[in-house]
Every structure is written in structure tokens, then in C-alpha cells.
């Protein structure tokens, strides 16, 4: 498997470019190469194995993108308001001052190019039908990821070798169309995989075993998605001779051509195994020794007020209650820390402070200046509180009176924590979507509340199985489902921009995921620029990352040519990319 990895990373350009002028250099003095006849050749290998690899470098590589990542490459879930950072570098991600990143960076390309190999190495397989369509579509879900994520990017003369060294950036527009074409072309491989596939496809298949009717319905799910991050531009599509609406329809009129995902246990998403550094989840304590990284990550405000409004069990379970809970108490002097009744430590203040949140969950306001000092953080004060609970973490970015995430996301492995690819609440919310446009014949608020009950599924909450925080009493009780979807039918049914519901409730189902910048963006819901405490450049929340430095110095004038279709034609976050050029959206 090494070989076949270090092999494709040929197919980069600045990887291709250095062999090409090393062997062109060396080639006037060899008159013979010297071949290993041991050597376990990449053609020898069986190509399942890639499939493999594929995944494997998903898994890593997806999760450091959406959600545990540094800086450089992990910004959206600030952008999005799930999180906040604090103690360093938030004013890279909470105030948008992101840094450029190319697409080799630590290694984010991988997937993408061995899917590229193992669509040609497909064909030697005697599952090469399935082999060719589980290619295609890990192909379309990381192209698309990259054009949503930057703009134009090279498509068609892509991880070719040395046959194009400086790959043309293709229209966004292009990109889209081909990879429309190509899930459509993973389906039909699919759909001719008769009978199991062998063992060894069936253990190299990280995803689903080697089933293909799962692979079916991950590869048409996806194209759903990409049909509906269309919905803005369906008169351009229709110019190129594609009906966006009409595809929609197509797919969701024929389940038996076109089966999509609809449970949670067929969601594409991909676990932990929490063995060493590097297949464990991120922020574990192999993957990241130090504490202070797990912990510079807090929660939300518009996350969390948003959970505690609709009294969502899903609050409980990804985000801890404050390590200290403040209440207006008097006990003598202004502030103490001391044991409540319940044998907690709480800060007890004298009267009441406007800047204090007193709630049991509490998340860092919007793009704050000084994130550090939020809620009243007071050095002495963590001191006294850890005297009195050593639990109390009081290391590097402690802030005891600020909600860190929930514990399973410092695991090594957790059964609830997997890099997600495509879920099923998101498809529901995208036929609710879909319906609510008039784009196919659906129960939308039927649809809207199977994907809030998918997502509570996704996070293995049930009725009475999990917590709901009463804001007036500050306790956790046990979450009533029936409850539950009452409230939220009738606010479904009492509300006027049906489309705003959705979207709210989606973008909160996108947590850990990308998928919330990308319908924010097309659509400007949820209305997140309100919240921007210190934004600098007022409402406004970056709308694509800047080409990185692989490309400038390796492919420049391809690169300025894909600058120039921008708007402004600049290479920043704040340009728009085709995809929502002209559209007055998100802002």
C-alpha cells in the first residue's frame, strides 16, 4: 500500500515537474535501467487495496478540513458559528484573517489522486465495475469538495503525470456539469455489480463492505447535492443543456433506478480506529498530546442559544455544561467560589452583572477581540476552583465559565465521532428543500422533520435516551421526542419562510461538516452576519479560501487566469466564485 501512495504522489504538479527534470537529466547517462525482480510492483498489486487507501486518507483528511484542523486549513467551523477559538490564532478564524492554502496541503490531494489511479487500475480487477464506481464517485465527492472550496480548479487535464505539468483551472461551471455526468456513470457501474463482490473488496471497503446498492445510493445522494448547491444557478445549467430541477425530479420520481440514502446506517461517513496517531480522531490524545488544543475549541453562542431554544437534546451531547456555573447568590462578598449544595463548584455573585451568562451551557459570542476573557474569566478565580475540584481543567486555554466540547471529541475513537461524508439528515433536508422550490411533489414538513429526527439518530439520541437543558430550572431532564416534534410541527406550521426552517435546522445538522458554508452561501441562511460582534468587514463572512502557494508558484498564469473570473477578480476570501455570482447571496 506504501508503494502505491508514494506512487500517486507523483501525480502532483510540483512532484511531476521534479521527476521530469530529474530524469531528463540523468537520461543522456543511463543506457539501461536496473529493475528489481522482487520488487512488488504497483500493477501487481491488487487494486482494491487503493480503495483502501482512499478511505483511509478521508477519514483523516475530511475531518482536519471541517472541523479539528489547524488553522490554516480548519476555519468553517468558526465561520459557521458552530465554534469559537480562543487562547491563540483566533483572530485567523473567529475575525477571518485566513491564510491561503493549496490543495497538497499535508497531503489533502491524496484521496483524490488514488481515486483518480484506482479508476484505471479498475479495470483489471474482476470487480472492476464496482471498483470503477466507488472511483468515480470518491472522485466527484473530493472534486466537489475542492471547486465549492476554492472556485475553478483543474478538472479535465488533472492528476494525468507528466502530461500536463500545468493543468488548465476549468470552469466551475464545467466541473459541475462533469461531475454530475460522472455519478450518473458510477450509478449505472453499479447497478451492474450482480452477485457479492470477492472477499478481498469486501474487507478493503472501509465503507460499506463492499456493498454496492450502499455505493448506489452514497453516489446519487451526492449527485442531489450538487443539483440543489445548483439551485442558483439553474438558468446558466439550462444553457449548458442541463435542467437542474428536472435532474432533481428524475432521480427522486425513480428509487428503484435511483436509490438515495434515507437511514442514518447508511450514512457515508467513516470511523476512528483509535489505534495510533494516525487513524485516531484528531484531537484525541494521540493525534494531539497537548490539552490546549482540544480546549481552545469552544462552543458556539449562536449554536448553543439556538439548541437551547428549541430545547434540542443534540446541545447535551456535543457540548459540556460549564465547568462552573455562575448564579446570583449572595454570599458576602461580590464574587466566591465555593461548593454548592449538589457538591459542584459554583461562582456565586453578589448581584447581578449584564456581562455574565448564568446558564448551564454557555458559548463565546461572535468574532470577539478578546475571546480569552469571556463570561468573566478571572485567573484567581480558576485557581480557587481547581483547589476545590482538581478535575477542573486549569491548563493552557482553560476558561471554566465557557462550554468546551463534549468528551468524545478528546477520544482517540468514539462510536459517535466519524468523519461524514453524506448523511441522511442532510438528503431529507435536501428533498424538503427541493420540495418547498417546487422542484418535485413532497410532504416538506414530513421530509424537514425526518431529517431532525436523522441527525438526533445520527448522535444515538432517543426518546427518554438523552438530556434536554431546561433554561429555567438549569437542570438536564430526559428528552420527550413527542414533546419534541410537537414543537417543532407547530413551528413549522406557524412560519412563514418555510425555506429560512429548513436551512436553520440543516445548517445545525451540519455540525462538523462543511455542509452549512456551502447553503449559507447560496442561500444566506441562517442570517449569521447579525451575530458578528467584531466582523471586519461588518455582516460580512468569507465566502471561499485563496489559492495557495503550490499553485501560484508552480501553475501561476493558470491560476491568475481562474483569479480573473472572480468577483472582485482578487484571490480572496471575500471574491466570489461562479457559483454564487450574481446571485445577491450570502451577501
Not at 421530509?447 to 437542570?475: C, N
Not at 485563496?546 to 483569479?563: C, K, P, Q
Amino acid at each position: 500500500m506504501e508503494t502505491i501512495i508514494r506512487y500517486n504522489k507523483k501525480c502532483g504538479v510540483f512532484s511531476c515537474m521534479l521527476i521530469a527534470l530529474v530524469l531528463g537529466a540523468c537520461k543522456e547517462n543511463l543506457s539501461e535501467l536496473n529493475l528489481n525482480p522482487n520488487a512488488l510492483t504497483d500493477d501487481k498489486v491488487n487494486p482494491a487495496f487503493v480503495l483502501t487507501g482512499i478511505l483511509a486518507g478521508t477519514t483523516g483528511n475530511l475531518a482536519e478540513l471541517s472541523f479539528t484542523g489547524n488553522v490554516t486549513q480548519c476555519v468553517i467551523p468558526q465561520a459557521m458559528q458552530y465554534t469559537q477559538r480562543d487562547y491563540l490564532e483566533f483572530v485567523v478564524t473567529n475575525q477571518f484573517g485566513w491564510y491561503t492554502i493549496s490543495w497538497d496541503y499535508r497531503g489533502l490531494h491524496q484521496p483524490l489522486s488514488n481515486a483518480c489511479y484506482l479508476e484505471t487500475r479498475a479495470q483489471d480487477s474482476p470487480d472492476s465495475l464496482f471498483l470503477k464506481g466507488a472511483a468515480l464517485t470518491m472522485q466527484a465527492f473530493w472534486y466537489g469538495m475542492q471547486t465549492s472550496i476554492w472556485g475553478d480548479i483543474p478538472y479535465s487535464q488533472a492528476y494525468q503525470g507528466s502530461a500536463y505539468l500545468q493543468p488548465v483551472f476549468d470552469a466551475q461551471q464545467d466541473v459541475f456539469a462533469g461531475l454530475l455526468n460522472n455519478l450518473e456513470q458510477a450509478n449505472r457501474y453499479l447497478m451492474q455489480v450482480s452477485g457479492p463482490v470477492s472477499s478481498t473488496v469486501q474487507d478493503a471497503d472501509l465503507l460499506y463492505g463492499g456493498e454496492a446498492l450502499l455505493w448506489r445510493k452514497f453516489a446519487n445522494s451526492l449527485r442531489l447535492r450538487y443539483l440543489l448547491r445548483l439551485s442558483e444557478k439553474v438558468a446558466d445549467m439550462q444553457a449548458a443543456g442541463i435542467d437542474v430541477p428536472g435532474e432533481f425530479e428524475k432521480m427522486v420520481s425513480d428509487p428503484a433506478t435511483y436509490p438515495i440514502i434515507v437511514s442514518s446506517a447508511e450514512n457515508a461517513s467513516l470511523s476512528f480506529p483509535g489505534t495510533n496517531a494516525g487513524d485516531s480522531y484528531p484531537l484525541g490524545p494521540l493525534g494531539s498530546p497537548s490539552d490546549h488544543e482540544f480546549y481552545r475549541i469552544k462552543a458556539g453562542a449562536t449554536l448553543v442559544d439556538f439548541l437551547e431554544e428549541q430545547r434540542d437534546p443534540r446541545l447535551a451531547v456535543w457540548f459540556r455544561p460549564v465547568a462552573v456555573q455562575t448564579l446570583v447568590r449572595d454570599k458576602g462578598a461580590d464574587v466566591v467560589i465555593a461548593k454548592d449544595t449538589d457538591g459542584r463548584v459554583k461562582r456565586f455573585l453578589k448581584t447581578y452583572r449584564p456581562d455574565i451568562d448564568t446558564s448551564l451551557f454557555v458559548g463565546l459570542k461572535i468574532a470577539l477581540t478578546d475571546p480569552n476573557s469571556y463570561n468573566g474569566f478571572d485567573a484567581a478565580q480558576l485557581s480557587q476552583a481547581n483547589g476545590l475540584d482538581p478535575s477542573i481543567y486549569n491548563g493552557g486555554a482553560a476558561n471554566p465559565f465557557v462550554s468546551y466540547l463534549a468528551p468524545m471529541y478528546r477520544a482517540d475513537a468514539d462510536p459517535l465521532v466519524k468523519s461524514v461524508m453524506l448523511s441522511a439528515a442532510e438528503i431529507h433536508f435536501t428533498l424538503a428543500e427541493a420540495a418547498n422550490r417546487g422542484w418535485i411533489q413532497r410532504d416538506v414538513l414530513q421530509d424537514y422533520l425526518a431529517g431532525i429526527f436523522a441527525s438526533l439518530e445520527q448522535y444515538g439520541i432517543a426518546d427518554g435516551s438523552a438530556k434536554v437543558y431546561d433554561t429555567k430550572t438549569h437542570q438536564l431532564v430526559d428528552f420527550d421526542q413527542a414533546d419534541f416534534r410537537a414543537a417543532l410541527t407547530e413551528e413549522f406550521q406557524e412560519t412563514t419562510d418555510k425555506e429560512e426552517l429548513i436551512l436553520q435546522q440543516k445548517w445545525a445538522a451540519s455540525f462538523t461538516t462543511m455542509e452549512g458554508w456551502f447553503d449559507w452561501r447560496r442561500t444566506g441562511y441562517p442570517r449569521l452576519g447579525t451575530n458578528l460582534v467584531n466582523g471586519p468587514q461588518g455582516e460580512k463572512i468569507p465566502v471561499r479560501y485563496m489559492y495557495g502557494d503550490s499553485e501560484l508558484n508552480y501553475n501561476r498564469s493558470n491560476t491568475e487566469a481562474a483569479v480573473s473570473r472572480l468577483e472582485p477578480a482578487t484571490n480572496e476570501q471575500w471574491s466570489k466564485m461562479w457559483l454564487i455570482q450574481g446571485t445577491g447571496n450570502p451577501w
